[in-house]
């Protein structure tokens, strides 16, 4: 070793902070490539008794190097977090595993116990998930707390890998009678794609254990995020859920909101870049009314959400007592749309709560075809229906459970098929008490059906009375039961409705309906009904409002419906 390179390394050890259990060579920039450089090194290592973490971070270790220092690590049996972020700067890859495998295979034999070991910043790949394999399934990570893999380019297979060795871990200290509880997962920028996050939702869904999982700018779209949002559920000390700049569009988004609803201590969501348009906003601004009682913040920046479905969010958070920070920044909103936003906050008190707002997009968004229809398994079924389980004979939909009783299900008249197929009042009438089995046509699982059977009826209204009596109470009839269940379920299927009626820009192909003046008269009649809540009300004014000029055909029975509303949601009766 020259002489410079000597004196380099004893200037760095003099300033090495060595207390507290804690050895630390961060950042120092050393050049660590053979026995002879890390000499100093080692010796200082060895003559640490009491040795708890290891930081040797902003370092660059080569193969012989790294085989040294794995001798001394040897007999710390004590160490329990291992700080070795960006600490292979210059490598070859192929060096990266045999030096992993050096330092992994010391903490085992040394008989460590593991709670914290952050291997961040080094573009290892899949070989270097296969260098550190052996660690992982040890009983040294039997203890494991926090595991940190952000930005190791670890792709597809490396997270099929560190998979299997995490769930390995987990049946191994389970067998001892203390299963893993890993609290902190971060591996963000990772390439690990759909198939990846399939994967590590199975060793999520096994430990249960999660606080904080934070896995941005993986390349996952749709099916990966519903696998990690079932994941998710069985997690219920979630606390910081950050899933940025992957793709949810509606059908991700939906999985999550469906998972959120069932846990309690999520502190912060960061969903910003990730498309969950203005269908997704709709359902987690629902869930955020029934749930997530402790959110301090939420991030839905950048996802292509309109002017309406932000206001939807912003109402949503108002009763929300821990809230600190809202972001909605980079939407389609326009300079009215954040004028409108700013004041809505303002008005709640919680104007400094909404991050900053730029609005150089260009408003509202063309319509959009769903973007991983490509990907196989889906349909194009409506929704909301995600979280669907048996449970004991019971199958959940949209968060409410019904008698699995399919097989007894009341069959459907031919009367009733024929009303469907082509409606008139005549029809209507003629079906008499069979009207009430209109309703059984209505399933929350198919809520584009349902929103579609609604406005067919309601299109036949009319003031003669016997007409109008029986289309009001087949409306109510459908309405109840559309709107008995969840928050979410409402909503969605409000969401819907609303983009039927072109009110709101959805995903797929959904043919919208022309709209009559009978349909917004009926709306007017069931809200101002028991059956009705407030808060879908309000999600509806803010629609209505915020579209006059798709209402101009109906603008008497528009303005009748947003009166009707407003009262709702001011509780006026």
Known sequence: MASHDIAQ???????????????????????????????????????????????????????????????????????????????????????????????????????????????????????????????????????????????????????????????????????????????????????????????????????????????????????????????????????????????????????????????????????????????????????????????????????????????????????????????????CLGEEGCEALREAMENMDKGDMLASLRFDDEGEPDDEEDDDDHENGDDDSDDCNEDNEEDGGNVKENGITRKDDSPTKPQTSAEIMSFLSCPSAEKLLQLGEMRTNLQQQVDASDLHKAADVLLKIASLYSEEPETKAAVLETIDAVLKKLLSGSALQSYCFLSTLLVLMGLLKGEGKMKKVPLVPGQLLCLEHAVQQEYFPQHPALLLHTFVTKNSEALKSCSSARERLSSALEKKCHGQH
């Not at 085992?108 to 290892?124: H, P, Q, W």
């Not at 059908?251 to 910003?272: C, E, P, S």
């Open 9 to 331: 390394l004893a200037d760095a050890l003099s300033k090495t902070h060595v207390g507290d259990g804690e050895l630390s060579y961060k950042g120092m920039g050393l050049k660590l490539d053979n026995a002879e450089s890390v000499e100093e090194l080692v010796r200082e290592m060895e003559q640490y008794q009491g040795l708890r973490a290891f930081r040797l971070e902003g370092n660059t270790v080569g193969v012989d190097a790294a085989r040294a220092i794995a001798k001394a690590l040897e007999s710390k049996g004590l160490l329990q977090r291992c700080y070795w972020s960006d600490m292979f700067t210059g490598r070859l890859r192929s060096e990266i595993p045999t030096a992993l495998r050096s330092l992994g295979g010391a903490i085992i034999s040394a008989g460590a116990r593991l709670t914290e070991l952050d291997l961040s910043d080094n573009a290892f790949g899949p070989d270097g998930v296969k260098g550190i394999e052996q660690l992982l399934k040890s009983p040294s990570c039997h203890t494991l707390r926090e595991l940190k893999l952000n930005n190791c380019g670890m792709g597809i297979g490396g997270g099929k890998i560190l998979t299997e060795a995490l769930i390995e871990c987990h049946r191994q200290s389970s067998a001892l009678g203390a299963p893993l509880r890993l609290r902190v997962f971060i591996a963000g920028r990772n390439r690990l794609e759909n198939e990846g996050a399939r994967a590590l939702a199975k060793a999520f869904q096994l430990m249960g254990s999660l606080e904080e999982v934070h896995m941005p700018q993986n390349g996952i779209s749709y099916t990966g995020v519903m696998a990690l949002a079932s994941a998710m559920r069985h997690n219920p000390e979630l606390r910081v859920l950050n899933l940025n700049d992957n793709t949810f569009t509606k059908k991700g988004t939906l999985a999550m909101a469906q998972a959120l609803r069932h846990l309690r201590n999520v502190q912060v969501i960061n969903f910003g870049d990730c498309l969950v348009r203005s269908e997704g906003a709709i359902a987690l601004a629902a869930v955020l009314r029934e749930g997530l009682p402790i959110l301090k913040d939420l991030n839905l920046s950048f996802g292509e959400i309109t002017e309406a479905a932000a206001l939807v969010v912003a109402q949503a958070v108002e009763d929300k007592p821990y809230m600190e920070k809202v972001d909605l920044n980079g939407n």
